[in-house]
């Protein structure tokens, strides 16, 4: 920009969402999403910001984690594959997004993550030693003493709040804030509820509700951070658990699209969108944030059968989720590269872009330090 505003004391809040498994066509702006699901929240961040439409990630989760919040590629990082519980996390010497920011310590940024971390823990033993990772011994979960600490988490990655799950598809099945658990999980998981493996989890986990709470988190961390004029800048890093597996929308938006349970997920998701944009205009703060709504991989184009689904299962809908490209999540092609990407700031960014402009998510470190 030849005229950049002036800067103001404390910068400017960062929000960027990443939905999980959501493949390049997710809203009528990218392609035929709006003829299954109504998503006019996200369209309407596409009205009012920039959409690229040459947007690349990693195939899977953790590794495109790992680069977005690096500023390096996953296989630099070490972080390969899936980085589930203890081993192949995100290393502690790497630089991250919040520890830029407070390499300006004038700034004051204040830093959240709620959501899916998926990028490794540290679980223990009573005797303090390592729970071991499945597959090596009794059970990985049921050797976790859980009134410890838990090692690894955001709080070590420069985050100074934390709200979320490990994976929502793995035990143990409960939240963690910070680096506890919230609670003890100690009922077994029953067959009849959708999961991985078998393992812990709190009474009465539900995992229809994981997404509206994860959304309350996020808007009560703006509201906290908007009580007062001299409140610090924020960055709210918020990576959803869905449509990802389990796909588990809540009642109230069962039936809103024609495709299933994976478009009424979508629905919901749309809905979460609205719910971050009305709190931060609710609190003045449109104006000075950055907000980014984007995606981890492609998708695998479940269609939600027992919150699940066979890959490619959606397109009985008529739906494609990978749009006009070939193959899936997990794919080398660009189905499984390719995904969604809008940016909004008033300030910044003229309203009703459209950029063909590569990109991938590998450059946030760097458009968040500038």
Same mark, same amino acid.
């Given at each position: 920009d030849d005229n950049p505003p002036p800067p103001v004391k404390g910068g400017r809040n960062i929000l960027v969402i990443i939905s999980d498994d959501l493949g390049a066509? &997710?809203?009528?702006? =990218?392609?035929?999403?709006?003829a299954f699901a109504a998503t006019p929240n996200i369209e309407s961040l596409c009205e009012r910001g920039v959409v690229f439409r040459n947007v690349w990630a990693n195939p899977l989760c953790s590794p495109t984690r790992a680069s977005m919040l690096t500023g390096r590629y996953g296989f630099r990082t070490g972080v390969t594959h899936l980085a589930n519980n203890n081993g192949g996390g995100l290393p502690n010497a790497e630089f991250t997004i919040p520890e830029a920011l407070d390499a300006n310590p004038d700034l004051g940024y204040s830093h959240a993550c709620i959501g899916k971390w998926h990028l490794g823990w540290n679980w223990k033993k009573a005797d303090g030693t390592l729970a071991q990772p499945r597959g090596k011994g009794e059970d990985f979960v049921y050797q976790i003493d859980f009134s410890q600490a838990i090692g690894d988490g955001p709080t070590t990655r420069g985050f100074?709040? =934390? %709200?979320?799950?490990?994976?929502?598809?793995?035990?143990?099945?409960?939240?963690?804030?910070? #680096? @506890?658990?919230?609670?003890?999980?100690?009922v077994p998981k029953p067959d009849t509820m959708?999961? +991985?493996?078998?393992?812990?989890?709190?009474?009465?986990? #539900?995992?229809?509700? *994981?997404?509206? #709470?994860?959304? +309350? @988190?996020?808007?009560?961390?703006? #509201?906290?951070?908007?009580?007062?004029?001299?409140? &610090?800048?924020? %960055?709210?890093y918020f990576p959803l658990t869905g449509p990802h597996a389990p796909i588990a929308p809540?009642?109230? %938006? *069962?039936?809103? &699209?024609?495709?299933?349970?994976?478009?009424?997920?979508?629905?919901q998701i749309d809905w979460l969108v609205g719910q971050v944009m009305s709190a931060l205009d609710r609190n003045g703060q449109s104006e000075n944030t950055l907000l980014i709504f984007t995606s981890d991989n492609g998708s695998p184009g479940r269609d939600g059968t027992n919150m699940l689904g066979a890959v490619n299962s959606v397109k009985r809908f008529g739906h494609?989720? &990978?749009?006009?490209?070939?193959? *899936?999540?997990?794919? *080398?092609?660009?189905?499984?590269? @390719?995904?969604?990407f809008v940016a909004r700031w008033p300030e910044r960014i003229n309203a009703g872009t459209i950029s063909q402009e590569p990109i991938c998510l590998v450059d946030f470190m760097a458009t968040t330090a500038e």
């Amino acid at each position: 920009d030849d005229n950049p505003p002036p800067p103001v004391k404390g910068g400017r809040n960062i929000l960027v969402i990443i939905s999980d498994d959501l493949g390049a066509d &997710s809203a009528a702006c =990218y392609g035929d999403a709006g003829a299954f699901a109504a998503t006019p929240n996200i369209e309407s961040l596409c009205e009012r910001g920039v959409v690229f439409r040459n947007v690349w990630a990693n195939p899977l989760c953790s590794p495109t984690r790992a680069s977005m919040l690096t500023g390096r590629y996953g296989f630099r990082t070490g972080v390969t594959h899936l980085a589930n519980n203890n081993g192949g996390g995100l290393p502690n010497a790497e630089f991250t997004i919040p520890e830029a920011l407070d390499a300006n310590p004038d700034l004051g940024y204040s830093h959240a993550c709620i959501g899916k971390w998926h990028l490794g823990w540290n679980w223990k033993k009573a005797d303090g030693t390592l729970a071991q990772p499945r597959g090596k011994g009794e059970d990985f979960v049921y050797q976790i003493d859980f009134s410890q600490a838990i090692g690894d988490g955001p709080t070590t990655r420069g985050f100074d709040y =934390y %709200f979320g799950t490990a994976v929502p598809n793995y035990p143990p099945y409960c939240y963690i804030e910070n #680096d @506890r658990t919230v609670g003890i999980p100690t009922v077994p998981k029953p067959d009849t509820m959708f999961g +991985n493996y078998p393992g812990l989890m709190l009474e009465d986990w #539900d995992l229809v509700q *994981i997404l509206p #709470d994860l959304t +309350n @988190r996020a808007i009560e961390y703006i #509201d906290d951070q908007s009580k007062n004029a001299n409140a &610090s800048p924020f %960055f709210l890093y918020f990576p959803l658990t869905g449509p990802h597996a389990p796909i588990a929308p809540a009642s109230e %938006f *069962i039936g809103k &699209s024609q495709a299933g349970a994976y478009g009424d997920f979508v629905y919901q998701i749309d809905w979460l969108v609205g719910q971050v944009m009305s709190a931060l205009d609710r609190n003045g703060q449109s104006e000075n944030t950055l907000l980014i709504f984007t995606s981890d991989n492609g998708s695998p184009g479940r269609d939600g059968t027992n919150m699940l689904g066979a890959v490619n299962s959606v397109k009985r809908f008529g739906h494609h989720p &990978s749009h006009i490209y070939r193959g *899936i999540k997990a794919d *080398i092609w660009d189905g499984g590269h @390719r995904i969604p990407f809008v940016a909004r700031w008033p300030e910044r960014i003229n309203a009703g872009t459209i950029s063909q402009e590569p990109i991938c998510l590998v450059d946030f470190m760097a458009t968040t330090a500038e």
